[in-house]
């Protein structure tokens, strides 16, 4: 059975930092991609990046490059994602994806 599940939201400062990680189980990541969205109050659930199987190559949304950072350390079964200089529009539910797998979803809110 695959499960992905997601952990490390919390509250930030505008201009912060914080680190979200997607552990996943039943399915090997040597073969799958994993791709982070989020979806805002109100809004549409949107990609914002993700992270290749074949060459660990990664894409970010426009929205969060050159502040977001996408990683698999180590080859393991786990996918993080570094966020920098957080604004409040990037408040949402953080969600991991694989294929047809989804997480379950962890709290982001960026607020003074």
């Known amino acids: 059975q695959v499960h992905l599940v997601e952990s490390g939201g919390g509250l930030v400062q505008p201009g912060g930092s914080l680190g979200i990680s997607c552990a996943v189980s039943?399915?090997?990541?040597?073969?799958?991609?994993v791709a982070w969205f989020r979806q805002a109050p109100g809004k549409e659930r949107e990609g914002i990046s993700c992270?290749?199987?074949?060459?660990?190559?990664?894409y970010y949304a426009d929205s969060v490059k050159d502040r977001f950072t996408i990683s698999r350390p180590n080859a393991k079964n786990t996918v993080n994602l570094e966020m920098n200089d957080l604004k409040p529009e990037d408040t949402g539910v953080y969600y991991c994806?694989?294929?047809?797998?989804w997480g379950q979803g962890t709290q982001v809110t960026v607020s003074a």
């Open positions: 994806n694989a294929y047809a797998w």
């Open positions: 992270i290749s199987a074949f060459d660990g190559s990664t």
């Open positions: 039943g399915l090997s990541l040597d073969h799958y991609a």
